[in-house]
């Protein structure tokens, strides 16, 4: 439990852009419980879908 990020639900982080300065492909990481914890593919696909972005897409892109 100590790893996990903070929760998406019910206090949201403000500000998630520390949370994803990396590399990585922006759908990975916000799938990652280590980043931000409670996300599951149906909520990260839908936030991409809004933004329409890439799943591929690097997070530090965004």
């Known amino acids: 439990m100590a790893k996990l990020g903070p929760e998406a639900w019910p ?3 403000e500000d998630l852009r520390p949370l994803l300065k990396s590399p990585r492909p922006l759908h990975s990481l916000l799938r990652d419980q280590r980043t931000i914890a409670g996300i599951g593919r149906s909520w990260v696909d839908e ?16």
């Not at 936030?47 to 965004?62: D, E, H, K, P």
């Open 47 to 62: 936030v991409l879908g809004g933004r329409r972005a890439c799943r591929r897409s690097s997070a530090a892109t965004m």
């Open 11 to 13: 206090d949201p982080p």
